[in-house]
């Protein structure tokens, strides 16, 4: 399977825990992101990387929440004292960036619940 | 700031109709690009059509077409002869000149057997 991979694809926390998840890009592409999407709503964006660097973050991005992509490959993202307001899905996407802009390849999503 | 609205919250069809989902788009950016996005109930968003702001041409791929007005600012999407694999959530999206894409909130297609 070469598209994007997330893991895990499910998980359940208690309120006040940490958790991380882990996205593998296309091993091409450049450019990763991460989105957040509540029920009913479209993905918003969180962040993004070119490469290893860090270069925009969503003031949806709280103190608790950090990424990072620390070889230009996979990506993790971590939640610190999760809220229940954290639960969604967290979408990774990756794309190609030469020249040109490219559509970005998504993953299935890791969907976070909060109890 | 950018806006992507789709005002079609739910359609409805039955199988073999034709089906036209609205986006209607709002940027300051003279070079952006759209994007049509669908997303089955296993929650993957699979990538449909990318398309330039210099570049109004409408497409056609089998069944899908899209129609992108500048004047409106609007870039459509129609299905013929709807499928009931067609059944999903649609979203279409704009990136400006940075990096990030927004998203309508999208529009739930039923098709009915």
């Known amino acids: 399977d070469t598209g994007v991979s997330q893991d895990p694809r499910h998980k359940i926390t208690k309120r006040g825990q940490n958790v991380t998840f882990r996205c593998d890009p296309i091993s091409e592409h450049n450019r990763l992101y991460w989105y957040r999407q509540t029920l009913g709503q479209g993905p918003e964006f969180l962040t993004y990387?070119?490469?290893?660097?860090?270069?925009?973050k969503s003031r949806l991005l709280s103190d608790r929440f950090s990424a990072e992509r620390p070889k230009g490959s996979f990506s993790t993202l971590e939640i610190q004292r999760t809220e229940q307001g954290d639960s969604a899905m967290y979408l990774c996407a990756s794309s190609l960036r030469v020249s040109t802009e490219s559509e970005a390849f998504f993953g299935q999503g890791t969907r976070l619940t909060v109890v | 700031a950018q806006k992507v609205t789709q005002a079609q919250t739910e359609i409805s069809v039955v199988e073999k109709e034709d089906v036209t989902l609205d986006c209607v788009y709002e940027?300051?950016?003279?070079?952006?690009?759209l994007f049509w996005y669908k997303q089955p109930p296993s929650g993957e968003l699979v990538f449909l059509i990318r398309r330039n702001s210099f570049d109004e041409q409408n497409e056609i791929s089998g069944r899908y077409s899209w129609n992108f007005q500048k004047s409106t600012s609007s870039f459509n999407f129609t299905i013929t002869a709807s499928q009931v694999v067609d059944s999903a959530v649609y979203f279409c999206?704009?990136?400006?000149?940075?990096?990030?894409?927004?998203f309508g909130e999208g529009t739930q297609l039923t098709v009915n057997p």
């Open positions: 990387f070119q490469n290893e660097a860090q270069l925009e």
């Open positions: 940027t300051r950016d003279t070079t952006y690009y």
């Open positions: 999206a704009l990136k400006g000149s940075g990096s990030r894409l927004t």
